[in-house]
């Protein structure tokens, strides 16, 4: 079992950046690719960011591409969503995940962290 913590959301205005940071624990990160997922009131749960166990391969939504970035620290047991030029819209509990596989909408979890909260406001 992997357990993953999430931090680093609040309140940003739009235009502003965001690092939210998972940490993980009970096993090592090493060997799972991992991700961000987003789910907004009222919304269906969207997927955000994908990155593979060694860093190399990474895929994002749509609707974030080009605006956010997500990295990893296997040293460190710790995977991040940077997110630049915020829009309201992005307002969304973000969740981490591990061990995920799939592509497009379409995604098959594992894990999930207990989400931190971001709010963009206008």
């Known amino acids: 079992q992997v357990q993953l913590v999430e931090s680093g959301g609040g309140l940003v205005q739009a235009g502003g950046s965001l690092r939210v940071s998972c940490v993980a624990s009970?096993?090592?990160?090493?060997?799972?690719?991992m991700g961000w997922f987003r789910q907004a009131p009222g919304r269906e749960r969207e997927f955000v960011a994908y990155?593979?166990?060694?860093?190399?391969?990474?895929a994002y939504g749509d609707s974030v591409k080009g605006r956010f970035t997500t990295t990893r620290d296997n040293a460190k047991n710790t995977l991040y969503l940077q997110m630049n030029s915020l829009k309201p819209e992005d307002t969304a509990i973000y969740y981490c995940?591990?061990?995920?596989?799939?592509?497009?909408?379409?995604?098959?979890?594992?894990?999930w962290g207990q989400g931190t909260q971001v709010t963009v406001s206008s």
């Open positions: 995940v591990a061990d995920l596989r799939g592509s497009g909408d379409t995604w098959d979890v594992n894990f």
């Open positions: 009970g096993r090592t990160i090493t060997n799972y690719n």
């Open positions: 990155i593979s166990w060694n860093g190399v391969t990474r």
